[in-house]
């Protein structure tokens, strides 16, 4: 048989939506009150894999940078790590000292063997 006619009782959802279409698409402003309508209400999905950074934070009305420190927390304790040791080999000798005995010796030590 080369033809089936198609099964009209149980249609396929269409394919979700990607972020590429989402950023590109030429829809005017009523078709994009009805694309926004349908996915609202659940005819039309996202495909939120395919989301960029950008569109999430926009979507969520958030901030790019406390979304990467989120996303990743090693690479902001590296840049305060340096930028507390930058601050500290800046000072002299004397006020490195006055720091130590300020915070207190035993801290210091225990953060020093922590690290190691």
């Known amino acids: 048989m080369l033809y089936s006619p198609p099964n009209l009782e149980n249609p396929t959802s269409p394919p979700p939506l990607t972020g590429r279409y989402l950023a590109h698409n030429r829809l005017d402003a009523r078709a994009r009150a009805r694309l926004a309508a349908d996915i609202v209400n659940g005819r039309i999905s996202i495909d939120a894999s395919s989301l960029t950074v950008g569109q999430v934070v926009r ?14 927390p090693d690479r ?13 080999n800046a000072i002299g000798p004397d006020a490195q000292a006055e720091a130590c005995r300020t915070i207190g010796i035993e801290r210091v030590w225990s953060a020093l063997t922590a690290a190691l």
């Open 76 to 88: 902001v304790k590296r840049r305060q790590q340096k930028k507390l040791e930058r601050i500290f």
């Open 59 to 72: 979507l969520c009305r958030s901030n790019k940078g406390y979304v990467n420190e989120l996303r990743f």
